[in-house]
């Protein structure tokens, strides 16, 4: 039996969820719901919960105080970052953690 989106997301706890805004140009911004679904040391991987959901990827390099995020267009990045978050245990000297948010997501697409 699915779960509805706002009966999860009303006990998700904040941290695990953010808004992403895309600015399509210098008028036009798209606001975008996201779940937190995987995350190592230094990336945090959120998919959207718009009906084509994409995935997106929050890194900050240890050295610096900037963010990076993107819109990641290759499945095998996600994987990748899933691999390093504990999908396939410690991988490349990562440890992570995966979210319950990514378990709902494949019970209710």
């Known amino acids: 039996m699915p779960l509805d ?3 999860f997301l009303h006990h ?6 953010t808004t992403v805004f895309v600015h399509i140009d210098e008028e036009t911004v798209d606001t975008y719901e ?12 959120f998919i959207t ?3 084509k959901r994409r995935y997106l990827v929050h890194t900050q ?8 995020i993107d819109f ?3 499945y095998e990045e996600v994987e990748a970052l899933m691999e390093d978050a504990g999908l396939d245990g ?3 000297g990562e440890q992570g953690i995966l979210y319950h948010n990514l378990f709902f997501l494949l019970m209710n697409p």
């Open 12 to 17: 998700t706890p904040e941290s695990e969820k």
């Open 61 to 68: 390099p240890a050295d610096s105080e900037d963010v990076e």
């Open 72 to 74: 990641l267009q290759d």
């Open 90 to 92: 410690i991988h490349d």
């Open 5 to 7: 989106l706002a009966s």
């Open 49 to 51: 919960l718009e009906p």
């Open 34 to 45: 996201a779940l937190l679904i995987a995350q190592t040391r230094y990336q945090k991987l």
